[in-house]
T-cell receptor, first 112, second 118 residues
Framework: GEDVEQSLFLSVREGDSSVINCTYT??????LYWYKQEPGAGLQLLTY?????DMKQDQRLTVLLNKKDKHLSLRIADTQTGDSAIYFC????????????FGAGTQVVVTP | DGGITQSPKYLFRKEGQNVTLSCEQN?????MYWYRQDPGQGLRLIYY???????QKGDIAEGYSVSREKKESFPLTVTSAQKNPTAFYLC?????????????????FGAGSRLTVL
């Protein structure tokens, strides 16, 4: 099956920028997503990007897509303690009928 | 407010028992999904349904069963055949794939149900 990989942990100081990285194997992925999960809760969509784009910005969030290297990143500017959560990368392939393939998630811890 | 409601939030089960997790949505979404989450692993798809009275197996369907008798409801039964059922279970829904103007399939998730086998 197709794989989505992320590093498991990131520690960042409050006020700094966070960069969460993700790699995927399906070169035909059509959409890539970032979801956020707070403790004991479901996943909340942060943003998504179409595969023919290389960047998308939404307030403090910037998504970069390098399709050649199959690398996706999420940058959070001015990281706050409320940004502490698990961040999941996911991809949707063209023949997946809408099903998403998720990575293992990156635990982000924001320290004062 | 529209959303997805999962119940119960916490459930304890003895070995050999079947349990059913409830998932109800009032978003008028056609598609519904069940995912399993284990620590350090991504979400793995158990079952999904794109229309009432129809559902398909996901990547880890063994030991689970579902039904889709109503558009709003997609209950998951964890049977005694599931060898390692302790996990966090997430239900999600979306507009039917291909029906959105953007083409993206945006999933809305419930708050999850944590099942522990004693």
């Amino acid at each position: 099956g197709e794989d989505v990989e992320q590093s498991l942990f990131l520690s960042v100081r409050e006020g700094d920028s966070s960069v969460i990285n993700c790699t995927y194997t399906d070169s035909s992925s059509t959409y890539l997503y970032w979801y956020k999960q707070e403790p004991g809760a479901g996943l909340q969509l942060l943003t998504y990007i179409f595969s023919n784009m290389d960047m998308k910005q939404d307030q403090r969030l910037t998504v970069l897509l390098n399709k050649k290297d199959k690398h996706l990143s999420l940058r959070i500017a001015d990281t706050q303690t409320g940004d502490s959560a698990i961040y999941f990368c996911a991809e949707m392939g063209p023949d997946s009928w809408g099903k998403l393939q998720f990575g293992a998630g990156t635990q982000v811890v924001v320290t004062p | 407010d529209g959303g997805i409601t999962q119940s119960p939030k916490y459930l304890f089960r003895k070995e050999g028992q079947n349990v059913t997790l409830s998932c109800e949505q009032n978003l008028n979404h056609d598609a519904m999904y069940w995912y399993r989450q284990d620590p350090g692993q991504g979400l793995r798809l158990i079952y999904y349904s794109q229309i009432v009275n129809d559902f398909q197996k996901g990547d880890i369907a063994e030991g689970y069963s579902v039904s889709r008798e109503k558009k709003e409801s997609f209950p998951l039964t964890v049977t005694s055949a599931q060898k390692n059922p302790t996990a966090f279970y997430l239900c999600a829904s979306s507009i039917l794939f291909g029906a959105t103007s953007s083409g993206a399939n945006v999933l809305t998730f419930g708050a999850g149900s944590r099942l522990t086998v004693l």
